[in-house]
C-alpha cells in the first residue's frame, strides 16, 4: 500500500516550529542588546527572537547565538508535529 503525504500547500495542520530564545536568555540573565553584541547581530534580529516573532531564521545567526547562549538547537526550537488527516 502507497503512504500518502499531504502537500504543505494543501490547508492543513503540519505542525509549528516555536523558539525558546526568551527562558534561555531569562535564565542566564542575558539582555536582547548583550546577545545583539556577544553574536554579532543586529539589535532587531534578537529582538525577534526574544519575542518568538522569527519566520526564517539563518543558521549562521542560530550557530552564532547559540555559541553565545551555550546551548544545543534542540533546547531553542522545537517542532510540534500535528498533522491532520489527508482528506480534511
Known amino acids: 500500500m502507497e503512504t500518502y503525504y499531504p502537500s504543505v500547500l494543501q490547508r492543513c ?3 509549528k516550529i516555536t523558539l525558546n530564545f526568551k527562558q534561555i ?3 542566564q540573565n542575558i539582555s536582547r542588546n548583550k546577545l545583539a553584541s556577544l553574536a ?3 539589535f532587531e534580529v534578537a529582538n525577534r527572537l526574544y519575542k518568538g516573532e522569527t519566520q526564517k531564521l539563518d543558521l549562521d545567526v542560530l550557530a ?3 555559541y553565545v547562549l551555550n546551548c544545543e538547537v534542540q533546547d ?3 517542532f510540534d508535529k500535528k498533522l491532520s488527516n489527508p482528506g480534511n
Open 25 to 27: 536568555m531569562d535564565a
Open 40 to 42: 554579532g547581530i543586529r
Open 64 to 66: 552564532r547565538v547559540c
Open 13 to 15: 495542520n503540519y505542525g
Open 76 to 78: 531553542v526550537l522545537y
